[in-house]
């Protein structure tokens, strides 16, 4: 069976880190764009970052730019995020999909995805 499963969320300080992961099970990720989603309470749920699965291109949401990086290890079968310098509107239950988009920055900006994880909690607060 096809899965996705983040982990790595959690309650962190503004100017903090965290990692997320998205491991993928039942299929390898070689063949497929990865992207990170996020969405907050009341509003609707926005591309973050995604990366392909060919060349290694990415694509960042202007509000993330220079603070997150996206990156993929394939011996894993995993792709994460690391976030940096987190603020309060970074709140948001963040989510990984896999599709085979004609560009990540489609894949992004549509927020479009064949297959989702169930989702992680980041929560940005003093």
């Known amino acids: 069976q096809l899965q996705l499963v983040e982990s790595g969320g959690g309650l962190v300080q503004p100017g903090g880190s965290l990692r997320l992961s998205c491991a993928a099970s039942g299929f390898t990720l070689d063949y497929y764009a990865i992207g990170w989603f996020r969405q907050a309470p009341g509003k609707e749920r926005e591309g973050v970052s995604c990366?392909?699965?060919?060349?290694?291109?990415?694509y960042y949401a202007e509000s993330v730019k220079d603070r997150f990086t996206i990156s993929r290890d394939n011996a894993k079968n995993t792709v994460y995020l690391q976030m940096n310098n987190l603020k309060p509107e970074d709140t948001a239950v963040y989510y990984c999909?896999?599709?085979?988009?004609?560009?990540?920055?489609?894949?992004?900006?549509?927020?479009?995805?064949?297959?989702w994880g169930q989702g992680t909690q980041v929560t940005v607060s003093s």
């Open positions: 990366i392909s699965s060919r060349d290694g291109s990415t």
């Open positions: 999909g896999a599709d085979v988009p004609p560009t990540v920055q489609l894949m992004c900006v549509m927020s479009s995805s064949d297959y």
